[in-house]
């Protein structure tokens, strides 16, 4: 297996991800009769907000996925990381979208930690 399967697979599951969220924002925008902003409409602001909060956090984590790849972390940690951290953002994008507040907090805090491990990790091999 090619050290960089697990930052291609997560490319490719939080591509998708984010194009998911994208969909619903523009068929949102359809169905509400809104071409800019939220238009005051909470279903469609809640929308924008998670698919913009994919965007803050998918391209670090993915630099920081790359970086592990680049310095050959061990497989399985790498796809530790992949899986529990697509994981975390589909369930903070439900959340945000259906109004599970538990899913929202529980995809928000699974993040953070994940960077937090992703980036000691990373540091960790550095300066060892």
Request: charged share 10%; with cysteine.
């Amino acid at each position: 297996m090619s050290s960089y399967f697990w930052f291609s697979v997560f490319v490719a599951s939080n591509a998708l991800l984010l194009f998911m969220l994208a969909m619903r924002v523009s068929l949102l925008r359809v169905k509400f009769g809104i071409s800019t902003g939220d238009g005051d409409n909470p279903v469609l602001f809640k929308a924008i907000r998670a698919h913009s909060n994919g965007v803050e956090q998918v391209p670090m984590f993915g630099l920081l996925i790359l970086a592990l790849s680049f310095n050959e972390l061990r497989s399985d940690y790498l796809a530790a990381l992949v899986v529990v951290f697509t994981l975390a953002r589909l369930c903070h994008g439900v959340g945000m979208n259906y109004r599970i507040y538990r899913a929202r907090q529980l995809g928000a805090g699974v993040t953070y930690l994940l960077h937090i491990i992703a980036a000691v990790l990373l540091a960790k091999i550095i300066l060892l």
